[in-house]
């Protein structure tokens, strides 16, 4: 048996009237006429099929001044409204109208503007996700407005009304006889042709039909021709009848999934996976966009590939492509290195991305893109070093909210400032190519190829290649436990009828085994969907030189079923328990990880029981805990939960240090908005004045940094970001904005109390790299009381380093009761002061907030006076500045009688006034000031150190 799809190639194009989904009068409508649009729902996409309340369009106008067909212009209503106007009449079971009295008057076209389409949609009323009657892709429909000039139409097969019209879907034997119509807007000659041949002709007529019959297999075109005596005009069909099976011809020796370029860059061979499908045949760029007969490709013995060998290309040239599989079904290249979509390209700027291929006229759905004789990027770095993954200290940022200009150039251009943050890996969220353009990324549809949206796969590599030479790693968050609709594995094994994956997908469950899953399900335990697996880490790993991949919802790699038949009521305790298949599972991947590239990463956010994530840590893998609300309700200085010991991986009874500890990530509260809003308070110390939030910022990055393992940070985190994970467009914080863009704020750069939050985190995780150090930090041995409001951790190396970090969260004053590890001279790391330890147990006093990191080796090389750790109880202000002469940065000592704004400002000998050096609150007593000396000359200057209440002047001399 033979069959065929109808394409259309629209010569004048235009939108049938009799088309069943839409239906309209006049038949040709100008832009002065009153319109009817009559919709029927048990046609298309049925999104109002069996609806019985009100229906409102959404309506709008293409015109001249468009720059897409999704250029809607002058839409009168809003989206989701009950606005009267819009309000659609009823016209039967499932069909609404609606009527648009002269299209320039109810769009207001501005002088000069013409009307080409009229776009609209019938959709429920009140809502914002509102159910909408679309075509039966969901894309948009459109009525031609027509103007005074002789038209032609074929009207018959049906056809959908898109911007660029196709048939409705359907397939026809070989030797079935079947209908044509065309309708003319003026009495003209007409001719129907089939293959060239008239089949009927009348005059002065404006409707003509006509019969024929598909008699062979390969190219046949249906032609209408109108003449009215002073012009004529054409529509034309192009019909390709395909064969029942693509020709069974075994796969060539050494080619594989997606695209083969072969030597010589004139020649590439496709190969498509898609078992038990019966053929397939290519369009593109290089026939035109039309099938025929030379683009059927063969299929293997096996019946499980199809493949095609392309030639001759044109060296260097981009080739857009599409397969057609089982007549219908129409994808593009699921190993596609760049895809080309009709949605989103076109709000992707040149600037962005140069020279980008626009997307074919005419065509609809994701194209694939080819090239021959690409140019090789040249590494600079072709043996890059990873950090031990035990000291990784990760910074994890999203692109689109990092830079505002979206893209791999700017943040090249930033990578000095992550380097002198001191961190030794990025982690980008994730950028192969999502739906959408504004999205976090885990609604991915193509693997293989990176998002436009952020640039170029040159520029990518240049960002890769830059962070290498400054020795910093690039992870790359990838989401494979499921994809979105858009992506051809899910399309080409589809079941229309429940809305969901076919079972017999070979990557994707028909419903999810587990909780909390979004997108399609994919089938870890699926041969293909392990090929596929290797196929993407082996191409990321090897043609972009990344160095791992933080694998979102890990715990979803699993067939074991927690939910009910349908993918609902989900156990989420069954799911986190010890699974055996899924522990299998990932072992496999990490070892299929290590045989592309030996030392890459593999970090899961996995969260299940911990018999589970031990063994996974031990076999090699790196795994996210998540301490944000421990660490918030710290401090926010609230009892409840302030624990954060569970970040330390040995309290897990862990034995390598595999722990990804977190304040905070993408998916976490900010710590200082939380701060800021919700802080606990005493007396006049209130966690709520943003500089005590700001501050409290430093207080619990003291005690992160400090635990020995792989820690990661959120971006604009080191600078104490205070927006809520939920902050709206408009400023305001609503659930629903939890995927909007954020403010970018590198102006906090600017905010002495922010600046200092990234100096202190700076200064942590130098320490944590100090070669005095760096041991401790990966297997030192640790001690620590974190549960009350005073914390402490000791962590000492086998060549007797040892550092103590102290701190009260509380929000009132404590004394602190702490052994230092030796007696002797202890080192206040950030004051920059020194310490002197009796051996045995201490008291130390501290204010709410106040924290010190204490190191027992002078990796400062400090020459400075101790500052007594007695608490100032006296009623005067007292300043000293030490060293004095300093040759460098120096601190101030202030002995504060109460709780104050203090500005610390620098004037010459005769009074001038120089710099404030610093300006923030400070608690009652005695507090050490790290002060920049900045490019300050050599001389004498004074220091005037002014409170609320009261004014002193010292004397400091720069050498």
């Known amino acids: 048996m033979k069959r065929m799809l109808l394409l259309l190639v629209a010569t004048t194009a235009c939108i049938f009237a009799n088309s069943q989904l839409l239906t309209w009068s006049p038949a040709f409508p100008k832009d002065n006429d009153n319109i009817t649009i009559t919709v029927d729902a048990a046609k298309g996409n049925r999104g109002l099929m069996g609806f019985a309340g009100n229906v409102y369009v959404h309506v709008g106008a293409i015109t001249n001044l468009s720059s897409s067909p999704g250029d809607w212009k002058h839409a009168p209503f809003t989206w989701g409204s009950t606005e009267v106007a819009a309000l659609a009449t009823s016209s039967g079971t499932n069909k609404w109208s609606f009527t648009i009295n002269n299209p320039q008057s109810f769009f207001n076209l501005s002088a000069g503007e013409e009307i080409k389409y009229i776009a609209i949609l019938f959709r429920q009323g009140n809502c914002t996700n509102c159910a909408a009657q679309r075509n039966a892709d969901g894309s948009d429909m459109y009525v031609p407005v027509y103007t005074n000039a002789l038209s032609v139409r074929i009207d018959q097969p049906a056809s959908e009304p898109k911007y660029v019209r196709v048939p409705e879907q359907q397939s026809w034997t070989v030797g079935t006889a079947f209908s044509i119509t065309a309708n003319a807007s003026k009495l003209s000659a007409m001719k129907l042709y089939h293959n060239g041949t008239v089949i009927a002709s009348q005059t002065n007529t404006q409707a003509l039909s006509g019969n024929s019959t598909v008699t062979a297999i390969g190219n046949q075109q249906i032609v209408a021709e109108a003449n009215d005596g002073t012009t004529t005009k054409y529509d034309t069909l192009n019909i390709f009848v395909s064969p029942a099976s693509s020709p069974v011809v075994a796969l060539p020796a050494g080619v594989r999934d997606g695209i083969n370029y072969e030597p010589g860059d004139t020649s590439v061979t496709l190969v498509l996976r898609a078992p038990g499908k019966n053929k397939a045949t290519i369009i593109g760029d290089f026939n035109s966009w039309t099938q025929n007969a030379n683009f059927i490709m063969n299929k293997t013995p096996d019946g499980k590939f199809f493949w095609l060998r392309l030639h001759p290309l044109t060296a260097g040239t981009e080739y857009g492509y599409q397969y057609i599989v089982d007549d219908t079904i129409k994808i593009a290249d699921p190993y596609a290195e760049k895809i080309l979509d009709p949605s989103n390209d076109q709000f992707i700027t040149s600037t962005t991305y140069p020279n980008l291929k626009p997307y074919p006229a005419g065509q609809t759905g994701i194209v694939s893109v080819l090239k021959t004789a690409e140019s090789a990027y040249n590494w600079t770095v072709n043996n890059f070093t990873r950090p031990d993954k035990r000291s990784l200290v990760i910074y994890e940022l999203l692109v689109r909210d990092f830079v505002a200009a979206h893209d791999w150039k700017t943040i090249t251009d930033s990578l000095n400032y992550l380097k002198k943050l001191g961190i030794n890996a990025i982690e980008i969220m994730p950028f192969n190519e999502f739906e959408g353009n504004l999205s976090w990324g885990y609604n991915p549809d193509f693997y293989f190829a990176p998002d436009k949206y952020y640039g170029t796969k040159t520029s990518l590599k240049t960002f890769i290649d830059s962070c290498h030479r400054k020795g910093i790693a690039v992870i790359m968050d990838i989401a494979l436990n499921h994809s979105f609709g858009s992506s051809p594995m899910v399309q080409l094994y589809w079941d229309a009828v429940n809305n969901r994956p076919a079972t017999n997908n070979p990557w994707f469950n028909p419903v999810p085994k587990h909780a909390f899953n979004v997108g399609y399900d994919m089938n870890h335990e699926s041969a293909d969907t392990k090929y596929y697996f290797g196929r993407i880490v082996e191409h990321w790993l090897q043609q972009y030189k990344i160095d791992g991949f933080r694998f979102d919802l890990s715990k979803g790699f699993t067939q074991t079923q927690t939910c009910d038949n349908s993918g609902n009521s989900c156990n989420v305790g069954a799911w986190s328990n010890a699974d055996a298949s899924r522990i299998a599972i990932w072992k496999a991947y990490y070892d299929t990880l290590q045989n ?129 994970i939920n902050t709206c467009g408009n400023g305001s914080v609503d659930n629903n904005c939890r995927l909007s863009s954020k403010p970018i704020r590198w102006d906090y750069l600017n905010d002495a109390r922010r600046k200092s939050i990234y100096n202190t985190y700076s200064s942590l995780i130098n320490l944590r790299f100090h070669p005095s150090y760096k041991d401790a ?6 001690e620590r009381s974190l549960n009350g409001g005073v914390k402490w951790i000791k962590l000492s190396s086998g060549d007797s380093s040892h550092l103590l970090v102290v701190g009260n969260f509380d929000v009132t004053p404590q004394n602190a009761n702490v052994t230092f590890q030796t007696s002797g001279t202890w080192y206040d790391y950030l004051n920059n002061v020194t310490f002197a330890s009796a051996g045995g147990a201490q008291a130390i006093s501290l204010q709410p907030g106040e924290f010190h990191v204490y190191v027992n080796r002078n990796i400062n090389n400090l020459s400075v006076t101790p500052v007594s750790n007695i608490p100032w109880n006296g009623t005067d202000l007292q300043a000293k500045a030490y060293p004095n002469p300093t040759p460098s940065d120096f601190t101030v000592e202030l002995n504060l009688p109460q709780s104050s704004k203090v500005q610390v400002d620098l004037y010459s000998v005769s009074g001038q006034y120089i710099a404030t050096l610093h300006n923030g609150f400070l608690i009652k007593g005695t507090h050490p000031l790290a002060l920049n000396r900045k490019a300050i000359s050599k001389g004498s200057y004074y220091l005037k150190i002014t409170t609320k209440t009261t004014t002193k002047t010292i004397q400091v001399t720069f050498q």
């Open 777 to 782: 930090f990966i297997t030192g041995t640790i």
């Open 596 to 724: 592309k590239s030996a030392g890459s990463y593999a970090i899961l956010e996995h969260f299940a029981d911990n018999v589970e994530e031990k063994q996974l840590a031990d076999y090699g893998m790196l795994l996210w805990g998540n301490l944000n609300y421990n660490y918030n309700q710290a401090t926010m200085g609230y009892s409840t939960d302030w624990d954060f010991s569970n970040g330390i991986y040995s309290v897990r009874s862990w034995t390598k240090p595999h722990l990804v500890t977190y304040m905070e990530s993408h998916d976490e509260e900010r710590i200082v908005y939380k701060n800021i809003n919700f802080g606990n308070s005493s007396g006049s110390y209130n966690v709520k004045d943003s500089t005590t939030a700001l501050k409290r910022m430093e207080l619990g990055a003291a005690f992160f940094f400090t635990i020995p393992g792989p820690k990661m940070i959120w971006q604009f985190g080191e600078l104490g970001y205070n927006y809520s």
